[in-house]
């Protein structure tokens, strides 16, 4: 049982344009998102985050939009660069248990 | 560099064997996180060890074992190994239990 469902498994942005990015969850109970990006051959690295409470989290070019209603969140890159090219991983957690995790979608930017 | 190492880098070995991976967490980090990536597949939380105590399991198999010591280290020891074993497994740590922290990865290659 998928908790936390990344439907789109790619995604390609003209350089300078605008990326979204989606993730649905199954699971109320989940307070606290977040979002991880991929390089090849590298670790995941944190990205930005959002609580439960709030509907909208920005960190310079990154926005992550919260719809609890929907149990639907978003990750808006603004103006998308050829760096931003990885996969994106979002997840989900409650109660400080443990990170569930979607099946990541793969960002490329083109020049 | 997330300050989480892991060794070795690559392994590669066959079926029917043991191997053991290393994870060194972040100075101050508590919080040890295994987790494993197999081929179209999200992160996969296997384990969680806190101060040298096991904290939460996720979908991880009964041939399969983790430990952290006293120095916070943890090694995720895979025994009667598969095909399908296959995969990145990656290490993670925390302060607490929110934003992780991950390390390169192993890749380990069962023949």
């Known amino acids: 049982d998928q908790q936390v469902k990344q439907n789109s498994p790619s995604l390609s942005v003209q350089e300078g344009r605008i990326s979204i990015l989606n993730c649905d969850y199954t699971?109320?109970?989940?307070?606290?998102f977040l979002w991880y990006k991929k390089y090849p051959a590298e670790g995941p690295t944190f990205l930005i985050s959002?609580?439960?409470?709030?509907d909208k989290n920005e960190d310079g070019r990154f926005t992550v939009f919260l719809n609890k209603s929907a149990k639907h969140l978003s990750l808006h890159i603004v103006p998308s660069q050829p760096g931003d090219s990885a996969v994106y991983f979002c997840?989900?957690?409650?109660?400080?248990?443990?990170?569930?995790f979607g099946k990541g979608i793969t960002l490329s930017v083109r020049p | 560099d997330s300050g989480v190492t892991q060794t070795p880098k690559h392994l590669i070995t066959a079926t029917g064997q043991r191997v053991t991976l290393r994870c060194s967490p972040r100075?101050?980090?508590?919080?040890v996180y295994w987790y494993q990536q197999s081929l179209d597949q999200g992160l996969q939380f296997l384990i969680q060890?806190?101060?040298?105590?096991?904290?939460a399991k996720g979908n991880i198999l009964e041939r399969f074992s983790a430990q952290q010591f006293p120095d916070l280290h943890s090694e995720l020891n895979l025994s009667s190994l598969e095909l399908g074993d296959s995969a990145l497994y990656f290490c993670?740590?925390?302060?607490?239990?929110?934003?992780?922290?991950f390390g390169p990865g192993t890749r380990l290659t069962v023949l």
């Open positions: 993670a740590s925390s302060v607490g239990f929110d934003e992780q922290f």
């Open positions: 699971n109320s109970m989940f307070d606290y």
């Open positions: 959002i609580s439960s409470i709030k």
């Open positions: 997840a989900a957690t409650w109660a400080n248990s443990k990170l569930t």
């Open positions: 100075s101050g980090d508590l919080s």
């Open positions: 060890y806190y101060n040298g105590e096991e904290r």
